[in-house]
């Protein structure tokens, strides 16, 4: 079993619509919690970060830590179709230097007009 | 500028050879990684630098030879190349009490 889960999709949504992406996990010492986005031949890029549990929100971005069912969620409101990307779950236990970021599989996102 | 940069971005290379990736960041960053990426889009990371020491080898095997010269630069040397190194290779960068990791573009290594 991989430490981090992630469906792999492809998620195809309508313009507009919101988007849910999860992640699951099996460490429970992991504290800090990432979504990166990855658009095609290009390096991941941080979209949202979030300490232990909680809720974040960044523009059309939620970002949901649920540490007691090791379960963390993306949420994207109105999608665009510039949100067409691969979405990938990371967290650590702890400061990113001495911590290795452990990745999910990523989530592919069709959005389409 | 870019922020992350790494050479070359495409490298196609016969069993065998030796061949490396030059990494340069110039966010001022003290702490530099190497992450493979497979066909399956798993990222996983390799190694991890802080301030020229290595601080993280993941169990990549001793082909993979990591160099950094400064804090701004980590190169990725590999020797014996077989076709299973096939995959994206992405340079990273951060500080090392920050909480936000710098990709490059990635270079794209295919060994037939």
């Known amino acids: 079993q991989k430490e981090v889960e992630q469906d792999p999709g492809p998620l195809s949504v309508p313009e507009g619509a919101i988007v849910s992406l999860n992640c699951t996990y099996s460490?429970?010492?992991?504290?800090?919690f990432m979504w990166y986005r990855q658009y095609s031949r290009k390096g991941p890029e941080l979209l949202m970060y979030?300490?232990?549990?909680g809720n974040k929100e960044d523009g059309r971005f939620t970002a949901q830590v649920d540490k007691s069912s090791k379960y963390i969620s993306l949420f994207i409101r109105d999608s665009q179709p510039s949100d067409s990307a691969t979405y990938l779950c990371?967290?650590?236990?702890?400061?990113?230097?001495?911590?290795?970021?452990?990745f999910g599989t990523g989530t592919r996102l069709l959005v389409s007009p | 500028d870019t922020a992350v940069s790494q050479t070359p971005k495409y490298l196609v290379t016969q069993m065998g050879n030796d061949k490396s990736i030059k990494c340069e960041q110039n966010?001022?960053?003290?702490?530099m990684y190497w992450y493979k990426q497979d066909s399956k889009k798993f990222l996983k990371i390799m190694f991890s630098?802080?301030?020229?020491?290595?601080?993280i080898n993941e169990t990549v095997p001793n082909r993979f030879s990591p160099k950094s010269p400064d804090k701004a630069h980590l190169n990725l040397h590999i020797n014996s190349l077989e076709l299973g190194d096939s995959a994206v290779y992405f340079c990273?960068?951060?500080?090392?009490?920050?909480?936000?990791?710098?990709f490059g573009e990635g270079s794209w290594l295919t060994v037939v």
């Open positions: 460490n429970s010492a992991f504290q800090y």
């Open positions: 966010l001022g960053h003290d702490t």
């Open positions: 979030t300490y232990s549990s």
């Open positions: 990371a967290m650590s236990e702890g400061a990113t230097g001495f911590q290795k970021l452990v």
């Open positions: 990273a960068s951060s500080q090392v009490t920050g909480n936000t990791i710098y």
């Open positions: 630098y802080n301030n020229k020491e290595l601080i």
